[in-house]
Structure formats: C-alpha cells, structure tokens
C-alpha cells in the first residue's frame, strides 16, 4: 500500500514528532491545519475538507483548544455504508477526559474554544461512533485519562466528568488543577515548529 498523507493532529509539544521524515521517506504529503504556526512547508487541511483513500473517507474537523490548530480525523469505511465508522480525537477528547488547554498558552481562552469544538463538532456526531485518542493513561497532555486507548461517543457522553458541564464551569474544572508541563515542552514545540 501507498502512504499518501502523514496528518499530524497538532503541532506536539510532548515529543518530538516523526511525521516530517515519514512523510520525506515515503514521498507522503505532510498534513497539518491551515493555522498552524510552523516554518515549513505543510499541505494545509480545511475545516470539512475530505480525503478520498479508495474505500475510505476521512473527514477534517478543525477542533481548536488543545492547540488553535488541533484537528480530528472523521473515518468512513465506503465499503461498510454511508455513515462514519470512527473518530481520530488527536488531543481534544480522550477516554475519561480531554486535552489540557494550556500547552500553547492562554489557558482559559483556549478552554472556552475546547468547549465549543466539543460541543459543535464531535458532541453532535453519532453516538455509535467509536474514538480513538492520542493518549490514554499516563500521558501528561491531559488528567484523569483512562488506560483504556478507546472508547464510543455514547460511552464518553454519558461517562466523561466533563462533557455534561456548563460553559463557565468547563473552563473552571479544565483550565485549573492541571498537571505539570513535561520539562522540555518549550524545546520540542520549537522543533516541532521547525524552529529548534
């Protein structure tokens, strides 16, 4: 099989991302949100753009919170029906939880904008759908994640602390009481960048 994109989800900031040299190696497009703030080249992906891979569909949902450019990735198995089959969260919802907001600074502007791309975007999505996260349990990009890597929308509406929550205190509980940046957060986000 030809590997046409390499898609990272966000700029990272807890490790160094390998999806540049995959994409180099493979002759792949390296993909990232019109937004991102980076200096190099990237194909930019659009809110609602759609990447047709044969049998499959993927969809980008632009979800600005973990990051401004955070993004998730809508999958559809053509071969299977019309409907999604599942969610590629990135960093904006885990299972038992969601992306920190303050990685990029700003963290209760960027907790409202969570707040919005959870309740505009993937909140509205079928409840079948499943979702898998970036992380789960003992990653620092967010708190009280599961070990479980995945989950369903149903489950993580009705389950997640923090979905059920009001704007206001949404960006109460998640702009407070997180854990510590990972130590090296500000060199890897200026590699990631392609500013180290």
């Not at 080249?41 to 990051?67: A, C, M, W, Y």
């Not at 885990?94 to 992306?99: D, L, P, T």
């Amino acid at each position: 099989m030809e590997i046409k994109y390499v898609i990272d989800t966000h700029i990272q900031a807890d490790h160094v991302s390998g999806g540049r040299a995959l994409a180099e190696k493979t002759g792949a497009q390296y993909c990232l949100h019109e937004s991102a703030d980076v200096d190099f080249n990237f194909t930019s992906l659009t809110d609602g753009q759609e990447l047709d891979l044969g049998n499959v569909k993927i969809r980008v949902l632009h979800t600005p919170g973990h990051t401004p450019e955070s993004i998730c990735l809508l999958v559809t198995d053509k071969t299977r029906g019309p409907e999604p089959w599942f969610l590629l969260t990135g960093d904006t919802l885990f299972v038992g939880a969601i992306g920190r907001p303050d990685l990029p600074g700003r963290a209760e502007e960027s907790a409202g904008h969570l707040y919005d791309s959870l309740k505009e975007k993937i909140l509205r999505l079928p409840e079948t759908l499943e979702i898998y996260p970036t992380h789960f349990s003992g990653s620092v990009c967010g708190a009280g994640m599961s070990g479980k890597p995945m989950s369903t929308l149903a489950f993580e509406k009705r389950w997640n602390p923090v979905l059920n929550l009001d704007r206001n205190s949404f960006i109460e509980s998640v702009a407070g009481g997180l854990p510590q940046k990972p130590k090296e957060t500000e060199l890897i986000l200026r590699t990631n960048q392609g500013r180290a």
